[in-house]
């Protein structure tokens, strides 16, 4: 059974920093392609940041130069380090793997308030 488990989520001031871990378990997670995406109140969901089997990454503008993802393979783990957030970061944010067919988690939420 495939499963993603996202957390690192909360409140935090702008400025601050965050970082989200997504746990994978059911499939071969380093054939997968690993991406994070969020979904704003009011908005439609947008990729943020992708990881492929290269460990080559892709970044929405928007958080170019605040958000870095990494994977650590042994571990089954995709991360996102967020870093300058701002009030437009506060989000759900969602893991989705792409490995034969796409798994998504449940999502954990980003408040970034003062």
């Known amino acids: 059974q495939v499963q993603l488990v996202e957390s690192g989520g909360g409140l935090v001031q702008p400025g601050g920093s965050l970082r989200l871990s997504c746990v994978a378990s059911?499939?071969?997670?380093?054939?997968?392609?690993m991406t994070w995406y969020r979904r704003a109140p009011g908005k439609e969901r947008e990729l943020v940041a992708s990881?492929?089997?290269?460990?080559?990454?892709n970044y929405a503008d928007s958080v170019k130069g605040r958000f870095t993802i990494s994977r650590t393979n042994v571990k089954n783990t995709v991360y996102l380090q967020m870093n300058s957030l701002k009030p437009d970061d506060t989000a759900v944010y969602y893991c989705?793997?792409?490995?034969?067919?796409?798994?998504w988690g449940q999502g954990t939420q980003v408040t970034v308030s003062s």
């Open positions: 990881i492929d089997t290269g460990y080559r990454t």
């Open positions: 059911g499939f071969t997670f380093s054939l997968a392609t």
């Open positions: 989705r793997a792409l490995y034969l067919r796409e798994y």
